[in-house]
T-cell receptor
Framework: GENVEQHPSTLSVQEGDSAVIKCTYS??????FPWYKQELGKGPQLIID?????GEKKDQRIAVTLNKTAKHFSLHITETQPEDSAVYFC??????????????FGSGTRLSIRP | SAVISQKPSRDICQRGTSLTIQCQVD?????MFWYRQQPGQSLTLIAT?????????ESGFVIDKFPISRPNLTFSTLTVSNMSPEDSSIYLC????????????FGEGSRLTVL
């Protein structure tokens, strides 16, 4: 089955600097890679996703890159702000399959933005 | 998108007791999911709640410990039975809609502490 590894587990960056979180996956059949942000006391919320037919996707200050050959995907946050402090989860699944049992989450990265 | 309400948001329970968590969605959805998030950990799928039939449990989770009801397309309950301190976790209700193509929407979670 699919296995998703996420690094680092914790990350502290200066406000205004960039943050990068990396994930690897094992199942070459996976083709949908979402990223979720979980703020303290809240449930995870989708912030960006990428499908395997593209290598990069941007949405304002966040971007995700995918290297399908190496089975790596990464989240990039530029110009970090205090409200970016949260736990971030990567995930991998097969697009179009609506069962959550096929969505495998990484272990999470706690991002802290230093003022 | 879907708006999900969970009750209770938090509770402190005594060992050996049971607690039922409610999940209400603002629209009809085919599939509802229950996750467990142990302190500082990732998301683990407990089961898929199916309307009109028994829930489908993931490996390591059984109906006697986590009975689930799904009386209609907008509501589900999860009961944590005969609780022990190891059951102290955040329990999250989640849904996916056909249009979201894999995106999960989460409730804010129910934080249970078992003494």
């Amino acid at each position: 089955g699919e296995n998703v590894e996420q690094h680092p587990s914790t990350l502290s960056v200066q406000e205004g600097d960039s943050a990068v979180i990396k994930c690897t996956y094992s199942d070459s059949a996976s083709n949908y890679f979402p990223w979720y942000k979980q703020e303290l006391g809240k449930g995870p919320q989708l912030i960006i996703d990428i499908r395997s037919n593209v290598g990069e996707k941007k949405d304002q200050r966040i971007a995700v890159t995918l290297n399908k050959t190496a089975k790596h995907f990464s989240l990039h946050i530029t110009e970090t702000q205090p409200e970016d402090s949260a736990v971030y989860f990567c995930a991998a699944s097969m697009s179009g399959y609506s069962s959550a049992s096929k969505i495998i989450f990484g272990s999470g990265t706690r991002l802290s933005i230093r003022p | 998108s879907a708006v999900i309400s969970q009750k209770p948001s938090r509770d402190i329970c005594q060992r050996g007791t049971s607690l039922t968590i409610q999940c209400q969605v603002d629209s009809q959805v085919t599939m509802m999911f229950w996750y467990r998030q142990q302190p500082g950990q990732s998301l683990t799928l407990i089961a898929t709640a199916n309307q009109g039939s028994e829930a489908t449990y993931e490996s390591g989770f059984v109906i006697d410990k986590f009975p689930i009801s799904r009386p209609n397309l907008t509501f589900s309950t999860l009961t944590v039975s005969n609780m022990s301190p190891e059951d102290s976790s955040i329990y999250l209700c989640s849904v996916t809609s056909g249009a979201s193509d894999g995106e999960l929407f989460f409730g804010e979670g129910s934080r249970l502490t078992v003494l």
